[in-house]
């Protein structure tokens, strides 16, 4: 019983740090040999990061939450100024605004552009509902230290997932805790 009561205590933690995004957006890759080395590039290196969105968006652009951007592996930055949805014409998927500087928000923004398929529906009103799949992403980066050259370029996939609801998080987790009570108890009166 006592491990029963600390199972429900656990699930109960776990779901009370769910996160208030109804969507999550995540996305890995590599960049190409002739990245140039910055912040959030580098010759040949691996990227991926992940925020989170409302399942519905009011305004295009938009803030993302709890936003993450790895290179190699490294947390290089968790400030994000913007999303930008891209519709098919615009070369689909988003554009993130990022600080040039990641720790430092005042600094220049500098936009990685994801384009591949069209990402989102129209809702009503002007909003964009982001549809959940698995997206084959160009990934572009204007060059900051000197934006005649060629942007920086690599590759990767982008998936949109809808996160569960928090408040059946514990609901699911209380009903295995429900079956595995009533296993222990008829093996117990066997």
């Known amino acids: 019983m006592k491990s029963l009561f600390l199972f429900i205590l656990c699930t109960l933690l776990i779901s009370a740090q769910a996160s208030d995004a109804d969507v999550l957006v ?3 890759g590599s960049w190409s040999p002739n ?14 990061f992940s925020f989170g969105l409302p399942s519905t968006l009011a305004s295009n652009p938009t803030l993302g939450t709890n936003f993450s951007y ?18 098919s014409a615009g070369g689909g998927l ?15 923004p500098l936009a990685l552009t994801f384009t591949g398929g069209q990402a ?8 964009l509902i982001p549809t959940p799949g698995t997206y084959g992403a160009s990934l572009n980066m204007p060059n900051p230290a000197n934006p005649d050259l ?5 590759s990767g996939t982008i998936s949109i997932t809808n996160v569960p609801e928090p408040a059946s998080l514990p609901l699911f987790m209380l ?5 595995g009570c009533a296993a222990f108890l008829k093996r117990k009166s066997i």
């Open 150 to 154: 060629p942007p920086a370029s690599g």
């Open 120 to 127: 989102y529906t129209p809702g009503s009103g002007g909003s």
């Open 35 to 48: 990245a140039p080395t910055t912040s959030y590039s580098a010759s040949s290196a691996t990227w991926s």
């Open 70 to 87: 790895y290179l190699n592996g490294v947390l290089v930055g968790q400030l994000l100024n913007g999303v930008t949805f891209n519709n």
């Open 94 to 108: 988003f554009s993130l605004s990022v600080p040039s500087v990641p720790t430092n928000s005042a600094s220049s």
């Open 26 to 28: 995540s996305g890995n």
């Open 175 to 179: 009903g295995v805790a429900a079956l």
